[in-house]
Each structure stands twice: as C-alpha cells, then as structure tokens.
C-alpha cells in the first residue's frame, strides 16, 4: 500500500493557536509581572518558587510560545523529514513501533468499551 506524504492541518493550526495564544500571555505577564492585566490572584504564587509572574511569563513565551510555532513551520514547510526535528528525535527508529503500539491501545480501550456497553445494555 503506497502512503501519501502530506501535512496535518489540524494539528499545524492547533500549534499556531497555542503559539499564538502563549506568545500573547508571555507577553502580558513580562509587560505586568504582578498579574493584574490579567486578573490573576498573588496567592497563586504563594507555594511556588517565584516572586512574581515574570518568569512564569518568559517560560510562557519562549517554551509554550516560541516552540509551538516553530513546529507549525516546520510541518508547513517540510512534508519528510526537517534535519533539526531529527537531530532531537530521542527515538527515531521506533517511530513505526510507537504508531502500532497506539493503534494497539486504541483497539483495547475500543473493546473494553463495547463489552462494558454491551454488559449494561444486556443487564
């Protein structure tokens, strides 16, 4: 069977959205690191290592931001393989594996459903 090679779109514009919408609260936490732009309380910081909402903002920006575009690029650009993308691959040969074994799961959880389903509609 010969597989097509093409992009997701969905999941391009799922990483856009969390690009987007982490690089405007990043934003909007560097720009006023007490929170209060965004209505968000000191007590959540109470038990946490930081003073402010500064460096919660900056890990915002660059982690949930900046990568997630970077990845919704890279899919738009490269339909096989992107050299960096493989370069940080921790597990490039068991791709193949990793798709079955989900696959695998899926057909598990799929079948404990309908005998669960099947049980109560039978009772």
Same mark, same amino acid.
């Given at each position: 069977?010969? %597989?097509?090679?093409?992009?997701?779109?969905?999941?391009?514009?799922? +990483?856009?959205?969390?690009?987007?919408?982490a690089? !405007?609260?990043?934003?909007?936490?560097?720009?006023?690191?007490?929170?209060?732009?965004?209505?968000l $309380?000191?007590?959540?910081? /109470?038990n946490? $290592?930081?003073?402010?909402f500064?460096?919660?903002?900056?890990?915002l920006?660059?982690?949930?931001?900046?990568? $997630?575009?970077?990845?919704a690029?890279a899919?738009i650009?490269?339909?096989? +393989?992107?050299?960096?993308?493989?370069?940080?691959?921790?597990?490039?040969?068991?791709?193949?594996?990793?798709?079955?074994?989900?696959?695998?799961?899926?057909?598990?959880?799929?079948?404990?459903?309908? %005998?669960?389903?099947?049980d109560?509609? !039978? /009772?």
């Open positions: 069977m010969k %597989q097509r090679i093409g992009r997701s779109w969905l999941l391009i514009l799922m +990483h856009g959205m969390l690009g987007i919408g690089i !405007v609260g990043g934003v909007i936490l560097i720009i006023d690191p007490s929170g209060s732009m965004v209505n $309380p000191a007590s959540l910081l /109470e946490s $290592p930081f003073a402010s500064l460096f919660p903002g900056i890990i920006l660059l982690v949930l931001g900046a990568m $997630p575009i970077m990845i690029i899919l650009r490269y339909t096989t +393989h992107w050299a960096p993308g493989e370069r940080l691959n921790l597990y490039p040969d068991s791709c193949d594996l990793i798709a079955r074994g989900t696959a695998n799961l899926f057909e598990i959880n799929c079948s404990l459903v309908e %005998q669960i389903a099947g109560r509609i !039978v /009772e």
